[in-house]
Structures are given as C-alpha cells and as structure tokens.
C-alpha cells in the first residue's frame, strides 16, 4: 500500500505517451501462427487477418486501460494445460508443468508494454542472465561455463561447481515479493507499476486436460508460464541473487570480469577456485532463497569438482561436505544440465551415449509418423529427420570433442535411420544411402553447427557475456597458448583449418571484422559442402559395391529417382529396387557380394557361369528375356528415331547405367519422355529382382 501511495506521484515514463497504431500494427504483424487461444477462442490470425477495423478497436481498448488502469477480468482468466516434462508419462503433479493459455488481446498488450520497458536499459536483465534472451539461449550458457572451467583447468586450478534448479519457480514466486523489487530495485513506479499490480491482483485459471475442465479458482502466487510479461517478471526479481553473488568476491572472474554465478532462467551455476569460496556462495544463496521465500529443489542439486586427479578425487570425495542451509547436497561425477552432461573428467563418452539414445528414440518418432520404407517419400522423410530428428540428436554438438569412435556410433543412428526410410539392407553403405538425399555425414553436420555457432558468438552484440568469453580465449590462443589450451577455440580452429576457413578467424582477430550471420551461414554452406562432396565421392570410388552407384550419382544431391517416385507414388517399388540395385543392396543366394564385377557363379535358370550378377539379370539371363524384350518395343515405338538409335548403339554396361539414370543429356529426350522411360525401366529392373540370380 506503501509503495501503491508513493507511485502516485512518481513520473511514468513507460506510459508517458498513448499506445499507438504503429505500435500495435507492428506487434500484430510479428505474432506468431498456430498458437492456442484462450477462454474468448479468439487467435492470433482472427486478429492478423481482421484489417484497419480490428486494429482502431484494439487501439481504443488499450488506451483506456492504460488510463484507468483496469485490466478487464476475462484477461486474467486463464486456461492451464498440464503438458508432461520431457518425455514422462507420470500423472504426478510434479511431473507437469502448467501452461495457462490466456486470451489473444490480452497478450497483444502484453507484448505492447514489454516492448516498451525493453527500450529502458535499467529494466534490461541482468549480464549473467542468459534466459529469454533473443541473442542468447542454453547453448550461450553452457559455452560461458564450459569455457570457465576450461580456463581454470588450463592454469593448473581446481574448479568447485554448484549446479541449481529453483523448485518451480515461476509458479511460487510471490507477487509482493515481485512488485517490491520492480519498485525499489528496477525503479518501475507511477502507471506502469501500478498496471502490473493490476495484472497480477484476482488472477483466476481452471485446469483442463482431456477435454474435461476443473472449477476455477484463483491465483495467490506465481508468474503464469504462458503470458508474454511472465519471464521479464521472473528475471528481473531474480537479478539481485546473481548481484549478491558477485558481492561474495568468491565466485570466479577471468580478465576483471565476473563468471560466477551464470544464470539460465532459474537454472542456477556458481563455480569458485575454492571450496571455501563455494560454501560461501551456497550460504549467500541459502539466506535469499529464505528471505525471499523459494526454495531449491535439492534432488537437482549437486556439486561437480574439476581438475582433480582420480585417485585424489575418491579421498577427497569420502571426506568432502556441501551444505545448502541444513540440507545435504551430493557431490558427483556428471551430471545433466541445460540440455548438456557434464563431466569432472571431460571425457565424451557420457554425452555421445546420450545423443545416441535420443537418436534413436527420434527415429522410432518419425518411423510412427511414416519415415520408413512403404510410408513417405524419403525425400519428405529425410525432411523430417533434418527438421526434427537431428536438432534433437545433435544438441549441444557445438561444444562437443569427439574422438572417432564417438564419431562412429553417432553416424550409424543416421545411417540406420537412412537405410529404413529407403528400404535398403542392413549393412548398405552410409555414404551410399546419404548421397541419394542429399544428406551431410554426422562429422560434417557437427562441424557446421560449430561454425555457425563461432558466427553467432562473434555477431552477438558487443557486452553480451559469451561474446566477451570467447573473446578472453582467443587472445589466450592467440598469444602462445595454443599447445595447452582445451574446449571451444582450439576445436573451432581444427575445423576451420579443414575447410580453409581460418583467414576469416585471424581478420577478425586483427582487425574485428567478420561476415554478418547470413552471409558466413553462406560461406560455411559453400565450403562444407564441397569439401563433403569431394570426401564422398572418393568413398563412393573406392567402394566396389558401388561401381554402378559411383557413375551415376556422381555429387551427393538428391536422386533424380526419388524425385520421380515423389511425382509418381505408384511406382515407388519399382523405384526402390533401382535404387537396391545402385547401391548393392541385392542378395546372391541369400548373401551379399562385396564385388560384383569380378563375381562368378552358376545359374539355375540359364544352366550356365556368369560373371557378374547384375549383367547377367538385366542382359542376359533367360528368366528376363521377355521383358527385356518387351522393353526395346516400348523403346521403338515410343521414343524419336534419334533417341532410339543412341540406345541401339551403347555397350552392355553404358546401356545398364543408362536405364539406371545415367546419359540424361545424350540421349536426346525431353523432360516428360525421360520420365516416362524411366519410369519403363524401372518396371524392368524390378521384374528382373527374384526372378533372376538378383533377390533382395
């Protein structure tokens, strides 16, 4: 009521000018689609899409909000959706976390106001705060703490690390609380407090989960997970913990600049070069965590020590204790935070094993949505697997040091994932099943993600904390600490140097110019490409299985044939066992043949030797000579006398790659006869699988 009374006679400068048309025209083109509305069942594109007339209400309303300052009272009802945390199927409370769906216009103004504290660099987050930031988000974080660490490492220092997680903080932080911090440490007073006050007085909200709704009932605490002002709220009251942190003078700096205490959202990581140091952090954190009335849920609270030898580390351990007030707090090895696991030893083992158990459980996703053989067109399934599988497969990549047996185990979920969506045999080569779709091997994916993640880092504005992080480590690297360094920078050098990127990295150095983000995503593009292609082609020259696969897919682009079975889907069996053919992905007697040219058997059906299983289906065997000849009469009696006589006068092997797909330019067809024969000889190389020596 204090401040209530104080406010009245504060200046506002959020709410010094009236809401605009082109501040709500600008904020209704930028929403998002797709979104759920709330109780009144308006959504974003009722408003996007309702024109000038829509635009004047909404005007009109906001303003006289902003002047009496009511919010209307559907605005904060709301419906809340439990949705399960990760991947658990638990009908426990704490196994959900809450999203309440309020009503469009009310986040339309939402957005309106935090745009305008935005625009005021005191109501800015705190630098240690990297959640809910547009330059920012997890990865940003980690790379802060990781490089920290890394550093200490280096100087031969022990680190202490306290990983936290505030227990469901957004839903117990107290208005009151809130509202007093705005007020007295952000400086938000006059209509703009006042508003806020209002926003978050009688809230009310009713559960409903399978199409079933609770009663409604009201709201005593908590920022809502769902409203737009929600996470400014909730970091802003957090920022005095990461200042009272610093004021410790325990937590780590590097060059003059304070690395302690990294926040993400409520996910909390003080590191210290002494035990001592940490303890104190832990007491700071414990006293205002009990002022300010939250509490830290302890199971996902642990302590990890780097830079200790083994042996030291076990004693140490035994004897060692951490305390957070009264509680115990576990001291271990690894541990799982924002999205990456963290290792007292630095070993990837742990990470690559995570990785490839949510590699394969993507690939069980997408093989239940239709990603497999008999289902979607590989090229929309292989969509799929780019859009959804290997974002979730490769988190965190960019920080990762991979040996080449990480590198393996990564590559076969993607090549296993490949194989299935085009109905090849297990055991089919990689390199085979990506170069028909155009796909990058794991390794190359990987360093493309560190690339674009060294442009991002760089084109970050200036006083962001990552920035100003990898800029500590690359004057370490670039004055004679390259033999000793580990993480990031070294990594990063290693491939740019593979695809002769380095230049672009000592310019900026040098001179601190860099290609914007769009354009470096440009030249990474270029340079991991061709440098893939040409490694691929090379595997694909020195397979002998794939002999006929190496002449007519020559760069690794998607196949003309799956492009045709996209066009004509009836044809997709037909298609496919083209594309068995091309990769050797047949069987001979129940096996496999390593190398078809030079491989000599009997056939039962010609009563004869032959070298060369797949010259003797398509050419010679008895089995298909019906059909074979049923083709050459389509041949003549479809196609000009040109193209007819240049199928004539090919060899036995030029005309197999020809009806395989090669000679597009010589035979003189135009775009809808070349289908069509392709098309043809498909349907004759799938007559000639089983009924010749060839079986799948």
Not at 324 to 330: N, P, Q
Request: with cysteine; hydrophobic share 40%; glycine share 6%.
């Amino acid at each position: 009521m204090e401040i209530l009374q104080c406010s009245e006679f504060k200046h506002d400068y959020i709410f010094s000018t009236p809401i605009t048309t082109e501040e709500i025209d600008t904020t209704v083109k930028s929403l998002p689609n797709g979104k759920a509305p709330g109780i009144d069942g308006i959504s974003y594109e009722h408003i996007k899409y309702g024109g000038k007339v829509v635009i004047d209400a909404l005007l009109r309303l906001f303003n006289l909000i902003i002047e009496y300052e009511k919010i209307p009272v559907c605005f904060k009802l709301a419906i809340k959706i439990p949705i399960p945390k990760g991947n658990k199927k638990s009908r426990s409370f704490d196994d959900h976390r809450g999203i309440s769906l309020l009503p469009s216009i009310n986040k339309i103004l939402e957005r309106i106001v935090l745009s305008r504290l935005l625009k005021e660099p005191k109501y800015l987050y705190h630098p240690l705060q990297g959640g809910y930031q547009k330059q920012q988000d997890a990865l940003t974080t980690c790379f802060t703490i990781e490089e920290v660490i890394n550093q200490c490492l280096e100087e031969k220092e022990k680190v202490y690390v306290a990983y936290m997680d505030i227990s469901k903080a957004f839903d117990t932080m107290g208005i009151n609380s809130m509202l007093f911090k705005l007020y007295h440490n952000k400086g938000i007073c006059g209509k703009a407090w006042r508003l806020i006050r209002e926003w978050y007085t009688d809230m009310a909200e009713f559960v409903r989960i399978e199409g079933k709704s609770s009663r409604t009932y009201t709201i005593q605490q908590g920022t809502r997970q769902g409203g737009v002002l929600s996470p400014w709220l909730f970091l802003v009251s957090i920022d005095d913990l990461m200042e009272e942190l610093q004021c410790t003078n325990t937590g780590i700096f590097l060059n003059n600049v304070y690395l302690g205490s990294p926040m993400f959202a409520d996910d909390l990581t003080m590191l210290s070069r002494k035990k001592s140091g940490l303890d104190k952090m832990l007491q700071t954190t414990w006293e205002y965590s009990n002022k300010w009335q939250f509490t830290f849920n302890i199971k996902k609270t642990v302590v990890l020590t780097y830079g200790e030898k083994q042996e030291e580390h076990g004693t140490n351990c035994a004897i060692r204790k951490w305390k957070l007030g009264s509680l115990d707090i576990s001291e271990k090895d690894t541990w799982s935070n924002l999205g990456k696991i963290w290792d007292i030893n630095k070993h990837s083992s742990a990470a690559v094993l995570g990785a490839v158990g949510r590699g394969r459980e993507v690939c069980f996703f997408l093989m239940s949505l239709g990603s497999r053989y008999g289902g979607l067109n590989p090229i929309i399934a292989s969509y799929l697997w780019k859009r959804i599988g290997i974002p979730k497969f490769l988190y965190g990549s960019e920080l990762w040091k991979l040996s080449k047996n990480d590198l393996i185990e990564l590559e076969r979920v993607q090549n296993i994932m490949l194989r299935i969506m085009q109905g090849l045999l297990p055991g089919t080569s990689g390199s085979a099943a990506r170069g028909l779709l155009g796909m990058l091997s794991i390794e190359a994916e990987i360093d493309r993600r560190k690339l674009y993640f060294l442009g991002r880092l760089i084109n970050i504005s200036a006083g962001v904390l990552c920035r100003r992080v990898l800029l500590i480590r690359l004057a370490r690297w670039k004055w004679n600490h390259r033999n000793n360094m580990t993480g990031f920078v070294p990594d990063i050098v290693c491939v740019l140097t593979k695809y002769d990127l380095l230049d672009y990295l000592m310019e900026f150095v040098s001179t601190n110019c860099f290609p914007t983000k769009k354009n470096w995503k440009k030249i990474v593009n270029l340079r991991v490409y061709e440098k893939y292609n040409y490694v691929w082609q090379e595997r694909i020259k020195r397979n002998k299985q794939l002999y006929l696969y190496s002449q007519v897919n020559t760069n690794n682009e998607i196949s003309e044939w799956w492009l045709l079975a996209r066009e004509y889907p009836k044809n997709l069996l037909e298609i496919t066992n083209v594309i068995r053919l091309l990769c050797g992905s047949y069987k001979i007697r129940g096996k496999r043949v390593c190398n078809p040219v030079v491989y000599t058997d009997f056939c039962e059906i010609c009563q004869k030797s032959y070298v060369n299983p797949v010259n003797h289906a398509l050419l010679y065997c008895l089995a298909s000579h019906n059909e074979r000849e049923n083709l050459w009469n389509w041949i003549v009696d479809n196609c000009e006398i040109e193209p007819t006589v240049n199928l004539v006068a090919l060899s036995d092997s030029d005309f197999i790659l020809t009806i395989l797909g090669q000679n597009r330019e010589t035979l003189g067809l135009d775009n809808e006869q070349r289908k069509a024969f392709l098309l043809k000889s498909a349907n004759y190389i799938s007559y000639c699988f089983n009924r010749t020596v060839i079986s799948i």
